[in-house]
C-alpha cells in the first residue's frame, strides 16, 4: 500500500488521553569462516526484547483464572522486606524506569518518524498475537507502544535472584484452553510441559481440594460419599432453588445458592466473594460466580480443559518469540497519549482501558478491582504450603491466597547430572499473600448493572472512532482466561484481513501474501534510509548466568551493531523450495572467501555424488565467477549473493587450523567474529522456506566433504523424536580407539580459549563443567523446531555480548564455539532432554580435527591415520569393503554407521591427507607438476545423481 504522508496521515489517535521419504527431509547450511553474512538484523534484535529492570515497584498482578476461580494474581505490592528487598530481583538495568524514560525520549524521534501499516498499544496477548499475525501473515510494519518496562503484560514472569525462582510479575498464570486453534498456535512460540494445577483450600482449619468435590463435602461434614449419584443426592438435597416463577438467576448469590446450598455458600463463596470483590454475591451479577464448577467425583483438577500446560522457559520468551519478526518494532515504557499525535500508522488497534482512551469526553471512570501481593522470603526452608496455590476464602485471614512458585515443574536437585536443563532447586522458597483493593491498576471488571450500562456508552464511542480497533480486556471491559484472549486476537485478525489462522501451521513459516479488506496491501518497511534497525528504547538485561554488570543500551551502540550486522543482501537465486515436495532436508553455510570460492565445489559435488536430494543453501561473493555460479543452478543450489566483508589478508591467522580468521575486518566490523553471519543466514531461510520440515545441518563449507546422506540414518522429524538438537564432540572424553595409545581427551578445561570465556561470563559458572568435551559449532543438526530454538539463543548471546564493557566478552573473544559450550552447559538451548550430544567417532558428522593439530596434542598423544580412520586396504566387513572411507571409530564395525556421512576438519589433518586422496580417485587429482591438488582447492565436476 501507499503511506500517507505526514500531513495526510491518519493521525491515531485523535482523542483522548486519560490519566519424500525421511530421508529426503532435511536442509544443509553451511560457513567457510571467512566471510559475514547476516541477514535482516531485526530478527536477531527483536529477540532481546526482556528488558527488565530492577528498582521497580510491583503495581499491578493478575491471575489466570476467573474472579473467584483463585487461579487468580496479585495487583500492587506491600512488602515485608526492607526497601531493598521490596524490588522484584530483575535481571537488567540498575537504573530502573529513569534508564528507560531516558533512552525513549532520547531515540524518540528516530522511531516516531517512520510509517507503519499497523500500531498496537500494548504488548500483553491480545496485542502480541496481532503484531505476530500481521507481521508473519502479511509482511506488515508493526510497531507496538507498551507503557510498561516490559513486554508480555500480566503474564510478565521473570527468575528471582534471591532465590533462583521463576515467578510472575503479576501473579500465577495457568495456561488451559480447548481449543485446539488456540493449543496450535502457542505451541510455535516454544516448548511446553504438562501441568495440571490443583488448588486447596484452607476452610475451618481443614485443607480441602477447591472447587468443591466429593472429598471437600466429606472433610467438611464428616460424611462418607462415594461415587456421583451420591454426590448428586446430598447436592440435591443442600440446593436452594430459585424463587417461584423465577427462570434465570439475578445475582451471584442465587447462583451459588442454586448450585452448592447454604452451608458451603456460607463456608467458602460468600466471604472469599467478599474478600475479593468489597462486595457481596448479592450485589454481583449472576457470571461472577457462574462459571464456578462443582464437582460430582473425586476430580481434583483445578481446569477441566484437555490441555493445561505450562512454557518451558516461562511465559516472557513466548513473548520474545511471538515478537521476534524484524517487522515488528517494539518500544517499552512509551505512554501512547505521550506520543499518539506524531504517530504515523495506517490502522491502530488499542488494547488499554477503553475509559482512559475517552477520558476527555466526560464520563465516569469505570469500576475495577485491584490487588496487592505481599512478597515473603523464607530462606533455607524447602515449601510453605502443600500446593502451588492455597485459597484463604474465610475472614480470619486477611489475604485471599497464597502463591507459592517453587511448586511448579521448572526445578531440579541435580541440574548438572540429570540433563534435565531445568533450573536448580532452590534451598529458599519464596511466595506471595494476595490482597483484594479498590485502588490501583485494572484488573477485574465489576460486573453490575451501573457499570454494564456506562461500558455500552464508551462502546458506542468507540464504535464511532475511526482507523482505531478495541482488543482485550481492558478495552472491553470484560475478563478473559489467556486462551480466550488469544482467541479472540486470532478472530479478531480474521475479521480484519479475512485471513484465518490455519491450525498446525508455523510462526516462522512463509510470508504470505495478503491484504486488508482485500484492497490494502502491506510494504512491509518501516525503517527509514539510513536509520537503525533497533526498534526497542531500554537496557539489555545481563545473562541469567553472567556476573557481568548490565550495559547501557546507547544509541552508539545500538547503531554499531546495525552498522555491523544489517548488510545488504540481494534475494536467493533459485529457491528450489518452491517447487520441491515438502519436508525436504537443508544444508546451509557460508560458500567461502571470496579468492578461493570454488572450494564449495567440494561439499556441493560429494553431497548430489552421494545421492543426497535435498536443499543446499549457500551464502556467496556478490563477484562469484560465471562458471562456479553455473556449477551452482546445474547443482540446485539455492545461494544468496551475500554482502560479503574482505578482511585484511595480513591479518589471517590460518596456522595449522586450516585458514580460521582471528583479527580485525573492515566495514565496521572491528573486533567482530566472522563465523556468526551464518547463524542468522539459517533462520532467514527457515523462515522463508515452510516446505522444510525436516532436518537442517549449519554447517562450514571449506572444510568438508561427504561419504553418504547425512540425514539418512536420522529419525523422522513428523514422528516428534526425542532429540531435536545435535551437537558434536570434538573428541568424547577418555575415549581410547587403541589401547596402546591412550589419548588425553580434548576437554573444556584444557581449551587454549578458556581464559576468555572465563572473563566474561565469570569462572563460577565455568568450572561445573570443567571436564566436559568440547563441542564443535561447526556442524550443528536440528529439525525445525529444535533449530530456531538453537539460533535464537545463540544469535541472542552474541548481540549481548558485544555491548558489555568487558572486551574479553566481546567477539572475536568470545567467538561462535566456546559461547555455543557455555549456552548449552547451563541449559540456554532449552532442557537437556531435548538436546543430544554425539560422542567423536559416532554419528552424522565426524569431525576429526582436533587430534591431528600438533598445538592441541603433544607428540605421545596424537593419532596415527590408522586410529583416525581406519581406511587401509583389507579394512572389509559384511557390508563390503571401506576401502578409503573415513570411518566412524566408535560405531559397531559390521553397522551401516561404520562410514561416516559427513567429514569434518579434514584440513587440519594435512599430515596425512595425501595418503587418503590416493584411494579416493575422484579426489586424486594432480597439477601440472604431478602433485596431488590439496583437497580443500579440488573442483569436482561431479554430476547430479538422480535417486530412485
Known amino acids: 500500500m501507499t503511506f500517507v504522508s505526514k500531513q495526510q496521515q491518519l493521525q491515531v489517535p485523535r482523542s483522548n488521553r486519560g490519566n519424500k521419504s525421511h530421508k529426503n527431509n532435511h536442509s544443509i547450511c553451511a560457513s567457510s569462516g571467512r566471510v559475514i553474512n547476516v541477514l535482516a538484523v531485526t530478527a536477531i534484535v527483536c529477540a532481546l526484547l526482556n528488558t527488565a529492570v530492577t528498582h521497580v515497584k510491583i503495581h499491578d498482578s493478575h491471575h489466570e483464572n476467573n474472579n473467584h476461580h483463585h ?246 520468551s513466548i513473548f520474545h518469540q511471538m515478537l521476534s519478526s524484524p517487522l515488528i518494532h517494539v518500544r517499552t515504557n512509551v505512554d501512547y497519549f505521550d506520543v499518539k499525535d506524531r504517530m504515523q500508522c495506517n490502522k491502530l488497534y488499542f488494547s488499554g482501558p477503553i475509559d482512559a482512551y475517552f477520558a476527555d469526553q466526560g464520563l465516569p471512570k469505570l469500576e475495577y478491582r485491584s490487588l496487592d501481593f505481599e512478597r515473603v522470603v523464607e530462606k533455607n526452608k524447602d515449601q510453605l504450603q502443600s500446593h502451588f496455590v492455597v485459597n484463604h476464602p474465610q475472614d480470619n485471614v486477611d489475604f485471599t491466597r497464597i502463591v507459592e512458585y517453587k511448586h511448579l515443574p521448572y526445578y531440579t536437585d541435580n541440574p548438572n547430572s540429570d540433563n534435565t536443563g531445568k533450573l536448580p532447586k532452590s534451598k529458599h522458597t519464596i511466595y506471595f499473600k494476595e490482597r483484594s483493593k479498590d485502588n490501583g491498576e485494572p484488573y477485574y471488571p465489576v460486573p453490575n448493572e451501573k457499570n454494564k450500562a456506562l461500558y455500552a456508552k464508551y462502546q458506542s464511542m468507540a464504535q464511532k472512532e475511526p482507523g482505531v480497533t478495541f482488543v482485550g480486556r481492558l478495552a472491553n471491559y470484560k475478563y478473559f482466561n489467556m486462551d480466550e484472549a488469544i482467541k479472540n486476537a486470532l478472530e479478531l485478525f480474521e475479521k480484519d484481513t479475512g485471513i484465518p489462522y490455519k491450525s498446525g501451521s508455523e510462526k516462522d513459516g512463509p510470508i504470505a501474501k495478503g491484504s486488508i479488506n482485500n484492497a490494502q496491501t502491506y510494504s512491509g518497511q518501516a525503517a527509514a534510509p539510513g536509520s537503525s534497525l533497533v526498534s526497542f528504547a531500554g537496557t539489555l538485561p545481563t545473562s541469567s548466568y553472567s556476573n557481568v554488570p548490565p550495559v547501557e543500551y546507547t544509541p552508539e551502540l545500538r547503531d554499531q551493531l546495525a552498522r555491523a550486522l544489517a548488510l545488504p543482501v540481494d534475494k536467493p537465486v533459485g529457491l528450489r523450495h518452491e517447487a520441491h515436495p515438502p519436508g525436504h532436508n537443508a544444508i546451509m553455510g557460508l560458500a567461502a572467501y571470496p579468492r578461493n570460492m570454488a572450494t564449495f565445489r567440494l561439499l556441493v559435488g560429494s553431497l548430489r555424488q552421494n545421492g543426497y536430494d535435498g536443499h543446499i543453501i549457500l551464502g556467496v561473493h556478490k563477484d562469484i565467477p560465471p562458471a562456479e555460479e553455473e556449477y551452482l543452478k546445474a547443482m540446485d543450489v539455492t545461494y544468496y549473493i551475500t554482502a560479503f566483508v574482505d578482511c585484511d589478508a595480513s591479518i589471517m591467522d590460518a596456522g595449522e587450523g586450516g585458514g580460521n580468521i582471528r583479527g580485525k575486518c573492515s566495514e565496521g566490523l572491528e573486533k567482530l567474529k566472522l563465523e556468526w553471519g551464518r547463524f542468522e543466514m539459517c533462520r532467514q531461510w527457515l523462515k522463508a522456506c515452510k516446505e522444510c520440515t525436516g532436518w537442517t545441518l549449519v554447517m562450514d563449507t571449506r572444510d568438508v566433504f561427504f561419504q ?241
Open 71 to 316: 487461579a487468580v494474581s496479585v495487583i500492587s505490592t506491600t512488602l515485608l522486606q526492607s526497601k531493598e528487598k521490596q524490588q522484584p530481583h530483575l535481571h537488567g538495568s540498575q537504573n530502573g524506569r529513569d534508564t528507560f524514560r531516558a533512552q525513549a525520549e532520547e531515540e524518540e524521534d528516530t522511531y516516531l518518524d517512520r510509517k507503519y501499516d499497523v500500531c498496537i498499544v500494548g504488548a500483553g496477548l491480545s496485542g502480541s498475537v496481532l503484531a505476530e499475525r500481521y507481521a508473519s501473515e502479511l509482511k506488515a510494519s508493526v510497531l507496538v507502544l507498551e507503557k510498561r518496562f516490559h513486554i508480555g503484560g500480566n503474564c510478565y514472569d521473570y527468575i528471582d535472584q534471591e532465590t533462583g525462582i521463576r515467578v510472575s510479575l503479576y501473579g500465577a498464570h495457568l495456561f488451559h484452553t480447548q481449543h485446539k486453534q488456540v493449543e496450535s498456535y502457542v505451541k510455535n512460540f516454544g516448548r511446553w510441559i504438562p501441568y495440571t494445577h490443583k488448588v486447596r483450600g484452607m476452610v475451618n482449619g481443614k485443607n480441602v481440594p477447591i472447587p468443591v468435590n466429593i472429598e471437600t463435602v466429606n472433610t467438611l461434614f464428616d460424611l462418607n460419599i462415594q461415587d456421583a449419584t451420591q454426590m448428586d443426592e446430598w447436592l440435591k438435597q443442600e440446593q436452594v432453588p430459585l424463587s417461584n416463577g423465577q427462570v434465570e438467576a439475578e445475582n451471584s448469590e442465587q447462583v451459588a445458592l442454586s448450585r452448592v446450598g447454604k452451608r458451603l455458600y456460607d463456608l467458602i463463596f460468600r466471604p472469599y466473594t467478599y474478600k475479593q470483590w468489597a462486595k457481596y454475591p448479592v450485589e454481583l451479577g449472576p457470571e461472577v460466580l457462574s462459571r464456578i464448577p462443582v464437582r460430582n467425583d473425586h476430580d481434583e483438577r483445578y481446569f477441566s480443559d484437555p490441555f493445561q500446560a505450562l512454557p518451558a522457559n516461562g511465559y516472557t
Open 708 to 948: 553418504a546422506d547425512p540425514f539418512a540414518s536420522l529419525p523422522d522429524p513428523a514422528t516428534n523424536p526425542q532429540h531435536d538438537l545435535l551437537l558434536i564432540e570434538e573428541i568424547a572424553p577418555h575415549s581410547n580407539p587403541r589401547p596402546d595409545q591412550p589419548y588425553r581427551a580434548d576437554i573444556l578445561g584444557q581449551s587454549r580459549y578458556v581464559g576468555r570465556t572465563e572473563q566474561c561470563y565469570g569462572k563460577e559458572h565455568f568450572l561445573k563443567y570443567f571436564n566436559r568435551p568440547v563441542l564443535c559449532s561447526g556442524t550443528i543438526i536440528g529439525t525445525r523446531q529444535g533449530m530456531h530454538r538453537f539460533l535464537s539463543v545463540l544469535v541472542d548471546e552474541f548481540l549481548q555480548n558485544n555491548q558489555k564493557p568487558n572486551v574479553r566478552c566481546r567477539s572475536p573473544h568470545t567467538t561462535d564455539q566456546w559461547t555455543m559450550n557455555y549456552l548449552y552447559y547451563n541449559g540456554r538451548f532449552g532442557e537437556y532432554s531435548r538436546t543430544k550430544t554425539l560422542p567423536y567417532g559416532t554419528g552424522p558428522i565426524h569431525t576429526i580435527g582436533t587430534p591431528c593439530i600438533n598445538r592441541v596434542l603433544p607428540a605421545k598423544d596424537r593419532h596415527s591415520q590408522k586410529d583416525l580412520i581406519l581406511f587401509e586396504n583389507g579394512n572389509t566387513s559384511s557390508n563390503g569393503t571401506y576401502q578409503g572411507l573415513i570411518l566412524n571409530i566408535h560405531e559397531p564395525p559390521d553397522s551401516e554407521a561404520r562410514i561416516a556421512p559427513a567429514i569434518h576438519q579434514f584440513d587440519r589433518c594435512h599430515h596425512w591427507i595425501n595418503e587418503f586422496q590416493k584411494q579416493r580417485p575422484e579426489l586424486s587429482q594432480k597439477d601440472s607438476t604431478g602433485k596431488y591438488i590439496p583437497v580443500d582447492q579440488l573442483q569436482l565436476p561431479y554430476e547430479k545423481k538422480t535417486t530412485s
